[in-house]
């Protein structure tokens, strides 16, 4: 039985419903079955590329020790112990000695002129990812950027006052993720005036990030109407 996709397609598909008037042709019937085909298999094309690529490089780190335990590459080697690694990371990561240990290691790093810039950036907004995001990052805005004719999804992660001539200026820094990586950035600094609220919570911040914009909280919630003045309150 054939059935036909909706707007409501599970799978999340752009596949509309055909007028219930109009016959598809043998030629248009395998046409759209083959875009059908191609929508479908795209993500999954792209995500097994990525998966392969990530393994055989993982596997490529391991040749040496399996050519000098096996006399030979073994397929599957480098994931394994990638897997077990990164197994006891945690285990570590999970008792005193442990963290002794990762500790000196990260006193290790923080001496190497330029992997201690590289590590401790990448540690920090790792730490604000898998941490309590509502803590790390207090709110969604938009930000002027790269001109003041483009609004950029960001997240504020501190305010201040900065003393100006003029008196106090509130000021709003901000992490500025990139699309599709989210754990990269900008770290950016704007008066509170030149920073726009957003209504999106964290989650549906990062998820749009990630997507490109596919997957969007929705334009109201993205740019939420401003409040109405008090005055006009009955």
């Keep these: 039985m054939d059935t036909t996709a ?6 999340g598909l752009p596949l509309g419903a055909p007028e219930a008037a109009k016959k598809l042709t043998f030629f248009g019937y395998l046409r759209a079955r083959f875009v059908a085909g191609l929508l479908v298999s795209f993500p999954l094309v792209v995500t097994l590329f990525f998966g392969r690529f990530l393994f055989d490089l ?3 780190w391991a040749d ?7 006399h030979r590459a073994v397929p599957g080697l480098g994931a394994a112990v990638f897997v077990l690694g990164v197994f006891l990371l945690g285990v570590l990561a999970h008792n005193v000695l442990g963290r002794r240990i990762l500790q ?21 907004v ?11 990052f207090r709110r969604v805005v938009l930000i002027p950027f790269p001109n003041e004719n483009v609004w950029a999804v960001a ?5 201040f006052e900065e003393s100006t001539p003029d008196g106090p200026r509130r000021q709003i820094a901000v992490f500025m993720p990139t699309t599709p990586n989210p ?14 609220a957003t209504d999106m919570s964290v989650e549906e911040a990062i998820r749009m990030v990630i997507s490109g914009g596919l997957v969007s909280a929705g334009q109201g919630r993205v740019f939420p109407p401003p409040p109405a003045p008090r005055d006009a309150v009955p």
């Design 58 to 60: 993982i596997d490529r």
């Design 64 to 70: 040496p020790i399996s050519r000098q335990l096996f």
């Design 104 to 124: 000196f290691g990260e006193r290790l790093f923080a001496r190497i002129p330029v992997l201690r810039a590289v590590y401790t950036g990448t540690r920090e």
């Design 183 to 196: 754990t990269t950035g900008f770290f950016l600094v704007y008066p509170e005036a030149a920073v726009r």
């Design 155 to 159: 997240f504020a992660t501190t305010e």
């Design 126 to 136: 790792t730490r604000a990812f898998a941490g309590n995001r509502t803590k790390s």
């Design 6 to 11: 909706t707007d409501s397609d599970p799978m």
